[in-house]
């Protein structure tokens, strides 16, 4: 099975980009799986996704009265940071396009979200209380996806 693990994020807005930075952890440490980390949103990524059979998603996620750092799986259509859009076309509409034009598209298999908090600034780095938790997310989202595959 065609299966794309999808970090979303900015690179230069600090926790903003954690789905980027985890994503870029899980290459080789999961067999048969795919990754990419583009950063960008929209149409842009459509062209990513065509042909696959199972797509992950990792971004950051705002919500009130979760800790920084703390992993959520959300359901289809889950709320995280990049998946939707006020100035283009959403992740699930993207999907929805495609099966209209005739392509193959993914079934979302798994929506991680990663509690940033609400302060973003510029950075090409994680904050440090994010950084510290990295290593335990990316255990906690290999171990899950290895047990959808």
């Known amino acids: 099975m065609k299966t794309l693990i999808l970090g979303m994020g900015n690179p230069i ?23 990419v980390t583009p950063a ?9 996704i065509i042909g696959y059979e199972k797509i992950f998603l990792i971004d950051a996620s ?24 006020s100035h283009g076309l ?7 396009l495609g099966k209209v034009l005739g392509c193959k598209m993914p079934q979302v298999a798994g929506i991680y979200g990663i509690e940033i908090g609400d302060a973003v600034s510029f950075s090409q780095e994680l904050s440090p209380e994010l950084k510290e938790k990295t290593e335990s997310i990316t255990e ?5 996806i290895r047990s959808s595959l």
Not at 19 to 34: C, N
Not at 40 to 48: S, W
Not at 62 to 85: P, V
Not at 90 to 96: E, R
């Open 62 to 85: 705002i919500a009130k009265g979760k800790r920084i750092g703390q992993l959520t799986k959300f359901e289809e259509e889950g709320g995280t940071l990049h998946l939707f859009s």
């Open 40 to 48: 960008m949103v929209g149409l842009n990524i459509l062209d990513l």
């Open 13 to 35: 807005l600090s926790d903003d980009g954690v789905g980027l930075f985890i994503a870029r952890k899980l290459p080789g440490r999961l067999t048969g799986v795919e990754v």
């Open 140 to 144: 906690k989202i290999i171990e899950d």
């Open 90 to 96: 959403d992740f699930f509409s993207l999907l929805k």
